[in-house]
């Protein structure tokens, strides 16, 4: 069953007529084709003029849907002889941030994902995509390793956030998100990190401060959750909508700002309705964007990725 979205209910109306009418017997020889298919042109522009003007609230609800590929589907359908690499070497391995080693496009590249899992039981495995220190201190791990090998690092982010229990606190949140950063920052090889769906807070940035940072178009990127936002600016997390539009989380507003370098379109409907188009529009994207970065050498790839993210400052305070 497909899951529909709130502001989708006139679409799974007409999709639903559509489905009574591909089950129902035809014992009179009565063609349905003609009426299934005009409501399947109706379907089609219904899903245009709605996803032509979508809300920041709309767009974090399509961010967050649930059939939306996921980290796992991008790496079964990029990577070749893939690898994972599992482990921080310090305290455990954490589910929520995977990685490992494989071939994107003929390049041997080390990959890194948040997972948000896509059922009930991987998505308490990978914690819902909300990583713990190990986490982070495995993406570490395994940049650095890129850095050894001469290997071009790709990253995947769809995270709410990093994870905010006792636990993850008491073993250094904080400490290895920076550190995470860090290493983002000091890798000595092209570095392309893409927005797939969320990307929430530091949790986010700990794997995306890379040479390019890619969104997908109804992807959102911002400090915190609409949510966490209305509840700490009116007391009140049904002011979601309100926060969403305050803080300028869309795919557009990031570009504007120069906070993300390009966004990849999503077919219409968003990326959930067409997996595997997604999947291949946003391969195609990196490898544009990582093939001008290979020549590059490992300090002049430092000084302009340095140099990009001290800019985003100084245009702020201008």
Request: charged fraction near 25%.
């Given at each position: 069953?497909?899951?529909f979205?709130?502001?989708?209910?006139?679409?799974?109306?007409?999709?639903g007529?559509?489905?009574?009418?591909?089950?129902?017997?035809?014992?009179?020889?009565?063609?349905?084709?003609?009426?299934?298919?005009?409501?399947?042109e109706?379907?089609?522009?219904?899903l245009?003029?709605?996803?032509?003007?979508l809300?920041?609230?709309?767009?974090?609800?399509?961010a967050?849907?649930?059939?939306?590929?996921k980290?796992s589907?991008?790496?079964?359908?990029?990577?070749?002889?893939y690898?994972?690499?599992?482990g921080?070497?310090?305290?455990?391995?954490?589910?929520?941030?995977i990685g490992?080693?494989?071939?994107?496009h003929?390049h041997?590249?080390?990959?890194?994902?948040?997972?948000?899992?896509?059922?009930?039981?991987?998505?308490v495995?990978?914690?819902?995509?909300?990583?713990?220190p190990?986490?982070?201190?495995?993406?570490?791990?395994l940049?650095e390793l890129?850095g050894?090998?001469?290997?071009?690092?790709?990253?995947?982010i769809?995270?709410?956030?990093?994870?905010?229990g006792?636990?993850?606190?008491?073993?250094?949140q904080?400490e290895?998100?920076?550190r995470?950063?860090?290493?983002?920052?000091?890798?000595?090889v092209?570095f392309?990190a893409?927005?797939?769906?969320e990307?929430?807070?530091?949790?986010?940035?700990?794997?995306?401060?890379?040479?390019?940072?890619?969104?997908?178009?109804?992807?959102?990127?911002?400090?915190i959750?609409?949510?966490?936002?209305?509840?700490?600016?009116?007391?009140?997390?049904?002011?979601?909508?309100?926060?969403?539009?305050?803080?300028?989380?869309?795919?557009?507003?990031?570009?504007?700002?120069?906070?993300?370098?390009?966004?990849?379109?999503?077919?219409?409907?968003?990326?959930?309705?067409a997996p595997?188009?997604?999947?291949?529009?946003v391969?195609?994207?990196?490898?544009?964007?990582?093939?001008?970065?290979?020549?590059?050498d490992?300090?002049?790839?430092?000084?302009?990725?340095?140099e990009?993210?001290l800019?985003?400052?100084?245009?702020?305070?201008a």
């Amino acid at each position: 069953m497909r899951h529909f979205l709130d502001f989708e209910k006139p679409i799974a109306e007409l999709e639903g007529k559509i489905e009574e009418l591909r089950r129902l017997s035809d014992p009179d020889g009565i063609n349905i084709a003609d009426e299934v298919a005009r409501l399947t042109e109706k379907v089609d522009r219904q899903l245009n003029v709605t996803y032509a003007r979508l809300t920041p609230w709309q767009k974090t609800q399509v961010a967050r849907h649930p059939d939306r590929p996921k980290a796992s589907d991008y790496f079964a359908a990029l990577l070749a002889d893939y690898t994972p690499l599992a482990g921080d070497r310090a305290y455990a391995d954490d589910a929520a941030i995977i990685g490992g080693l494989g071939r994107f496009h003929g390049h041997s590249v080390v990959a890194l994902g948040t997972e948000k899992g896509s059922d009930t039981d991987s998505r308490v495995a990978h914690n819902f995509g909300m990583a713990r220190p190990e986490g982070y201190r495995k993406a570490r791990r395994l940049i650095e390793l890129a850095g050894r090998f001469g290997l071009p690092v790709l990253s995947f982010i769809d995270t709410a956030g990093a994870f905010p229990g006792i636990d993850a606190e008491a073993r250094g949140q904080a400490e290895a998100i920076a550190r995470s950063i860090e290493a983002c920052l000091a890798a000595p090889v092209p570095f392309v990190a893409t927005i797939i769906g969320e990307g929430g807070s530091g949790g986010a940035v700990a794997l995306a401060a890379g040479d390019r940072v890619l969104m997908l178009e109804h992807a959102v990127y911002a400090v915190i959750s609409p949510e966490g936002c209305a509840s700490i600016l009116w007391r009140d997390a049904a002011q979601a909508s309100a926060a969403a539009e305050a803080l300028r989380l869309t795919a557009e507003d990031l570009k504007r700002m120069k906070l993300v370098d390009a966004i990849i379109s999503e077919p219409i409907g968003g990326a959930h309705r067409a997996p595997a188009q997604t999947i291949a529009t946003v391969g195609q994207a990196i490898e544009e964007q990582l093939v001008p970065l290979l020549p590059l050498d490992a300090a002049t790839l430092i000084a302009r990725r340095r140099e990009k993210f001290l800019e985003m400052g100084r245009e702020a305070a201008a």
